[in-house]
């Protein structure tokens, strides 16, 4: 049987908020605006995620159009969702980056494959045994939307090649 339009159901969204004073109030606005119910969050400011923002989690009560509403809100106002629900991002895969990572803008890089694909990175690991300037390697924890493991590789693949980096791709699929 089909909820109801007006059915209220328990959401979870996950954020990742530059750590700038307000940037919380903003993040939470939609919540507000479109009538949902705030439950909890969860502001981990003592930890920040790959690309150096503070991780968030949001649980809130709203109709399912009320929670669409609110997802097209924060990602319209510029607010990087990580996660709303279980099926926006429910595959994942692992991959490695070898080469002058540091040199060639690792920020650059994650920024890339945030913006190319139906991805995000949510962990990374950086190893330069003998210094930045040398060959490092970065592996690489992405959730992609489902059905987006193939276009977030190609994405992947083109910034390798620009950058002159060697991908080593998947080590794992799915669950991690």
């Given at each position: 049987?089909?909820?109801?339009?007006?059915?209220?159901?328990?959401?979870?969204?996950?954020?990742?908020?530059?750590d700038?004073?307000?940037e919380?109030?903003?993040?939470?606005?939609?919540?507000?605006?479109?009538?949902?119910?705030?439950?909890?969050?969860f502001?981990?400011r003592g930890?920040?995620?790959?690309?150096?923002?503070?991780?968030?989690?949001?649980?809130?009560?709203a109709?399912?159009?009320q929670?669409?509403?609110?997802?097209?809100?924060?990602q319209?106002?510029?607010?990087?969702?990580i996660?709303?629900?279980e099926?926006?991002?429910?595959?994942?895969?692992?991959?490695?980056?070898?080469?002058?990572?540091?040199?060639?803008?690792?920020?650059d890089?994650?920024?890339?494959?945030?913006?190319?694909?139906?991805?995000?990175?949510?962990?990374?690991?950086l190893?330069?045994?003998?210094?930045?300037?040398?060959?490092?390697s970065?592996?690489?924890?992405?959730?992609?939307?489902?059905?987006?493991?193939?276009?977030?590789?190609?994405t992947?693949r083109?910034?390798?090649d620009?950058?002159?980096?060697?991908?080593?791709?998947?080590?794992t699929?799915?669950?991690?």
């Amino acid at each position: 049987m089909k909820d109801d339009e007006n059915t209220v159901n328990a959401y979870m969204i996950r954020l990742e908020l530059v750590d700038e004073p307000g940037e919380l109030l903003r993040s939470l606005r939609p919540i507000s605006e479109n009538g949902a119910n705030l439950l909890s969050i969860f502001h981990e400011r003592g930890s920040v995620t790959p690309r150096g923002h503070i991780p968030v989690e949001v649980d809130l009560e709203a109709t399912e159009s009320q929670y669409e509403a609110i997802v097209a809100d924060l990602q319209n106002g510029g607010i990087n969702v990580i996660q709303a629900g279980e099926e926006r991002y429910s595959e994942s895969l692992v991959c490695v980056l070898s080469g002058h990572i540091v040199d060639t803008d690792l920020s650059d890089t994650l920024s890339q494959i945030q913006d190319g694909s139906n991805a995000t990175v949510t962990d990374l690991s950086l190893s330069a045994p003998q210094g930045t300037r040398n060959t490092s390697s970065a592996r690489l924890r992405l959730a992609v939307e489902e059905g987006g493991v193939s276009e977030t590789l190609e994405t992947i693949r083109g910034i390798a090649d620009a950058k002159d980096l060697h991908l080593i791709e998947p080590l794992t699929r799915g669950e991690l």
